[in-house]
C-alpha cells in the first residue's frame, strides 16, 4: 500500500522501515504537518499516517478521498486531533495505536518529578561551571508525601506502582477507577479531596471536553500552596494562563510540562535560531521552578518500536481485509463507550 508518512522525522524513518521492512508498503515520508495547506501531497497514496500535532479536521479529511486515501493511520493512540464523524462522512478508516509502552510515559513524569524536586538540572549547570554551593537546592523526600493521580488507566496505574514504591500516599481521581490500583493501595477521591490533599498532581487523562482545562482558575481553589503540579497528558488538560498566576501567586510550587496547549506550532521543531512568538510560552520559561520537555515523554526504544509495529500491522490488515486492527470511530465508541487513549504519544 502507498502510504504518505506526514510530520516524519528521521527517527520515524528508522522504526517504521524497520517494522515495514518486507510488508510492501511503499512509505513516503513529508515532514511538513498534515493540514489543509500539505494534504495535495497525499496524492497517489491510499493512506496517511499522521501524529500528534497533525490536523486531521473535517476540511483534511474532505481533502483526501478524491486523492485516493482510504485510510488515516495515527502513531499515536490519542486521536483528539482527529475529526471522527467527518472521517465518517467521507468512507476514511482511522486507525491508532491503542498500547505501547506505559513504561516510557511514567517513567519520564517520574523523571520531572525528581528533577523539579532535587533540581539536577540545575546543580549539573552549577557544578560544570564549579559552583558548589547548595543554596536554592533543596528538595523535599518523596517517601511520606501525598501524590495525586488524575487518570489510572495505563500510564497513571504505573505512575502510582512507581510513587507507591517511594514510600508516597497515592489518591486517584478516575471516573472508572482501576481495581488494579485499589489493589495496590491507590485510594480513589473526588477530585477536590485530591487537590487539596496532594503534594503533587499528575495528570494522566486524556484530552476530552470533560477534561479540558481541567486545571484552571476553579482547580487552583482547592490545592495545596506550593503544590507541584506535572503534566505529560494532553497540554489543553491545563489552562496555562491559570497556572501562571498560579506560579505567580506561590499556589504553584513547581511545574513540570511534557506537553503544551499550543504545542503544535513549537515542539518537535528546531526553533533555536528564531525567536519564541508564544508570549505565554515564553513566560513560563522565566521561571525557575518550571521544566519542560518537548513532548518526550513517549520517546523510548520499546514505545517507538511497538508505535512502528502496531502502525504497520495496521495498514497490512486494512489492505488485505478492509479492516484495520485498531480501528476507531463514531459507531465504535457509541458501542463500546469512549475506549482506552492507550499510551498515545
Ligand atoms: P488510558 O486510556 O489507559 O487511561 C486514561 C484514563 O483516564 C482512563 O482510566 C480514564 O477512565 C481516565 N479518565 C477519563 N476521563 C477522565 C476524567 N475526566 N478525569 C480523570 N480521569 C479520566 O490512557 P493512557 O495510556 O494511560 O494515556 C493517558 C494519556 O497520556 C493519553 O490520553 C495521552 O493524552 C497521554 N500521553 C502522552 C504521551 C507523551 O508523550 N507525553 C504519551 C502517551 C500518552
Not at 509495529?309 to 457509541?334: C, D, K
Amino acid at each position: 500500500m502507498r502510504v504518505t508518512v506526514f510530520s516524519a522525522k528521521p527517527y520515524d524513518r528508522r522504526f517504521l522501515g524497520r517494522a515495514g521492512d518486507g510488508s510492501g508498503h511503499e512509505l513516503s515520508y513529508l515532514e511538513p504537518r498534515l493540514s489543509l495547506e500539505t494534504s495535495g501531497l497525499a496524492a497517489g497514496a491510499e493512506a496517511v499516517c499522521a501524529f500528534v500535532n497533525d490536523e486531521v479536521n473535517r476540511d483534511v479529511l474532505a481533502s483526501l478521498p478524491s486523492q485516493g486515501v482510504r485510510l488515516v493511520a495515527l502513531r499515536s493512540a490519542g486521536f483528539n486531533n482527529v475529526d471522527l464523524e467527518a472521517a465518517r462522512d467521507q468512507g476514511i478508516t482511522v486507525a491508532r495505536v491503542p498500547a505501547y509502552s506505559p513504561y516510557a510515559v511514567a517513567e519520564h513524569t517520574v523523571a520531572l518529578i525528581l528533577t523539579l524536586n532535587r533540581k539536577t538540572h540545575r546543580a549539573y549547570n552549577r557544578v560544570r561551571e564549579g559552583n558548589f554551593a547548595l543554596d536554592g537546592l533543596l528538595g523535599f523526600d518523596l517517601a511520606g508525601k501525598t501524590a495525586g493521580v488524575v487518570g489510572t488507566g495505563k500510564i497513571g496505574e504505573v505512575v502510582s506502582k512507581i510513587l507507591l514504591g517511594f514510600g508516597c500516599t497515592v489518591l486517584a481521581y478516575d471516573p472508572q477507577p482501576n481495581p488494579v490500583c485499589e489493589g495496590m493501595g491507590v485510594r480513589y477521591v473526588p477530585m477536590e479531596e485530591l487537590l487539596f490533599s496532594s503534594h503533587i498532581v499528575s495528570l494522566h487523562c486524556p484530552l476530552t471536553p470533560a477534561t479540558h482545562h481541567l486545571i484552571g482558575a476553579e482547580a487552583l481553589r482547592h490545592m495545596k500552596p506550593g503544590m507541584m503540579l506535572i503534566n505529560t497528558s494532553r497540554g489543553a488538560v491545563v489552562d496555562t494562563r491559570a497556572v501562571l498566576r498560579g506560579l505567580k501567586e506561590g499556589i504553584i510550587g513547581s511545574l513540570g510540562l511534557d506537553v503544551y496547549e499550543e504545542e503544535g506550532d513549537l515542539f518537535f521543531e528546531d526553533l533555536s535560531q528564531r525567536f519564541i512568538s508564544d508570549d505565554v510560552f515564553a513566560r513560563l520559561l522565566t521561571f525557575p521552578n518550571v521544566l519542560i520537555t518537548g513532548h518526550q515523554a513517549f520517546f523510548t526504544e520499546e514505545a517507538l518500536t511497538n508505535i512502528a509495529e502496531t502502525t504497520i500491522a495496521n495498514i497490512t490488515s486494512f489492505e488485505r481485509t478492509g479492516r484495520a486492527v485498531h480501528e476507531v470511530s463514531v459507531e465504535r465508541i457509541a458501542r463500546e463507550g469512549k475506549p482506552s487513549t492507550g499510551t498515545a504519544a
